[in-house]
């Protein structure tokens, strides 16, 4: 309640900051941090942190959504990279960018991989109620969205100042 989710420490970093590492390890020029709830807090960090790095602070007076402070972004781009404030990732960046420039793509989103063991034998039956198999404690596996998205231009131009999810 009392710390924004991109502040809550990872060992002794907090998230912000090991994204911000990854990121400005890259060839971005510009960096975007959109702020809302208990924004103040996230402000001073970026202050105290990192002053002499080109990013741009946008506050949402109301929540926007994953994707609604696209909308706000005022700055000239062709290309934005859009991270979640709560990801920890051990994807390459570049890799994700060139990916993306070479397969011309409106939007690419990055997946993790996720697996889940029902700890429960699953029944299947049939239309009658009838027992069709049962499946013990099975292991789901699934691609999930991991919070990391690439958008051209063209895309960002349809965000409007509202409140939008990034899957919307």
Do not use: W
């Amino acid at each position: 309640l009392n710390v924004p989710k991109p502040l809550i420490k990872i060992g002794k970093k907090p998230v912000l900051e090991i994204l911000l590492k990854k990121i400005c390890a890259t060839n971005f020029k510009k960096i975007f941090i959109s702020t809302h709830y208990l924004h103040n807090k996230i402000e001073k960090y970026v202050e105290k942190k990192h002053k002499n790095k080109n990013i741009t602070l946008i506050h949402e007076k109301k929540p926007m959504g994953t994707a609604g402070s696209i909308s706000l972004i005022n700055d000239s781009f062709d290309n934005l990279l859009v991270v979640n404030g709560d990801v920890v990732t051990n994807i390459d960046i570049n890799a994700l960018m060139s990916f993306h420039y070479e397969t011309k793509n409106d939007m690419t989103l990055s997946v993790a991989k996720y697996s889940y063991t029902v700890p429960f034998g699953l029944i299947e039956l049939d239309r009658a109620q009838r027992l069709k198999d049962i499946r013990e404690k099975p292991k789901l596996d699934y691609n999930v969205i991991s919070g990391i998205y690439c958008l051209k231009k063209s895309i960002c131009n349809l965000v409007s100042k509202q409140y939008l999810d990034m899957t919307t």
